[in-house]
C-alpha cells in the first residue's frame, strides 16, 4: 500500500483549463477522471494524487508546499510572486492553452491612448499586482481598484481603463474599447516546489510526468506519413520530405520499391501529399500521432 508521504501531490486546474488539461492527460496516457462536484479527480496512477484548484491560487499552494507541482498560468505565477520552479511551457494548439493576452483597454472615444495618459485615474483589473508593475514600469501612479467580473463594462462610469484578459478581441469590440498596450502574453506552465524538487523520488516521478505531457504536446500538430516508393524515385521523394528526423526507408518484397516514413505537421499534408504522388509516392498513408519523445 502506498503511503500519503509517497504519493505526488499535483494541482490540476480548475475553470477553463480544466477540460483541455484532462484531453492532456488523456493523450499523455493517464486516465483523469473529474466527477461532479469533487476537488479530488481521480487518476489511475496510485502515486499520484491530485486536487482541483482554481489557476489564481495555485502557485501559492505550491510554494507553501501544499502541492509538490500543478499547471496554472504564467499570468498568475507573476501575480502571485510566487517562489515556484517553472519547468515545462504547456502551450498547445488546444482551447484555452493557448496564448492569452492581458490588454490594458480604454473607450475608443476616450483621450486615452498610452498608459502615461492613466496618470492619477482609476483601472480595474483581476490582475492587481500585475497591473500594478506595468504602471511601475511606466512611471505612471494611478488608483487600480481588483474588480470581480465583467470588468469589460466598467469604463467609462466604474473606472478609465481596464486590465483584462483577451484571447480573440471580441468582448472588447463589442463594448466598444481599444487596446493601448499588450500587459502580458501568458501560455499554461508546469511548476514545482523547490523541496519537492529535491525528492528524488518526487523529482523523479515529476520528470517522468513531464515527459509524458510534452510528448502529448509535441504530437499534437503532427502525423506519420508512410508511402511505398520506386527507388528510382527514392531521392525525389526524400526532397519532399521536411522531416521531423531523417525518413525511415525499408526494403519491401518487390526489389524495385522501398517503404518511406516520416513525421510531418499535419497542416502541411494537403501540399505535400499530392507533390509526392506526383513524385512517384504510392499507397500514401496519413497516421495520427499520439506522443512524441525527444
Known amino acids: 500500500m502506498i503511503e500519503a508521504n ?6 490540476i486546474p480548475k475553470g477553463s483549463l480544466q477540460e483541455t488539461t484532462k484531453k492532456l492527460f488523456r493523450l499523455a496516457g493517464y486516465d483523469l477522471r473529474i466527477a461532479g462536484r469533487s476537488y479530488y479527480p481521480d487518476i489511475d496512477d496510485a502515486e499520484i494524487q491530485c486536487i482541483l484548484i482554481r489557476p489564481q491560487e495555485m502557485a501559492r499552494y505550491v510554494e507553501q508546499g501544499i502541492l509538490d507541482g500543478a499547471i496554472t498560468g504564467l499570468d498568475w505565477i507573476l501575480e502571485t510572486g510566487a517562489d515556484v520552479k517553472e519547468l515545462a511551457n504547456l502551450h498547445a494548439p488546444w482551447p484555452n492553452y493557448g496564448v492569452v493576452r492581458w490588454v490594458m483597454a480604454a473607450k475608443e472615444e476616450s483621450a486615452f491612448n ?54 480573440t478581441g471580441s468582448s472588447l469590440r463589442a463594448n466598444n474599447l481599444k487596446i493601448l498596450h499588450v500587459v502580458l502574453e501568458s501560455t499554461p506552465r508546469f511548476i514545482a516546489n523547490h523541496d519537492a524538487l529535491n525528492d528524488d523520488w518526487k ?15 509535441a504530437a499534437a500538430t503532427r502525423v506519420t506519413l508512410s508511402m511505398n516508393v520506386p527507388r528510382k524515385s527514392l531521392q525525389g521523394v526524400v526532397k519532399l520530405l521536411p522531416a521531423l528526423s531523417t525518413p525511415t526507408v525499408s526494403t519491401l518484397a518487390d526489389e524495385n520499391w522501398v517503404d518511406v516514413t516520416t513525421v510531418v505537421e499535419e497542416k502541411q499534408v494537403r501540399e505535400l501529399v499530392p507533390a509526392l504522388h506526383l513524385a512517384g509516392a504510392r499507397g500514401i498513408i496519413e497516421l495520427p500521432i499520439n506522443k512524441i519523445i525527444e
Open 6 to 11: 509517497d504519493r505526488l501531490r499535483l494541482g
Open 203 to 217: 523529482r523523479s516521478k515529476i520528470e517522468r510526468l513531464l515527459m509524458m505531457l510534452n510528448g502529448a504536446i
Open 114 to 167: 498610452d498608459v502615461k495618459d492613466l496618470d492619477g485615474k482609476r483601472i480595474a483589473t483581476e490582475a492587481v499586482g500585475m497591473t500594478t508593475r506595468f504602471l511601475s514600469d511606466h512611471g505612471v501612479r494611478a488608483d487600480v481598484e481588483f474588480s470581480w467580473g465583467a470588468t469589460e463594462v466598467k469604463p467609462p462610469i466604474l473606472a478609465d481603463a481596464i486590465v483584462d484578459v483577451s484571447e
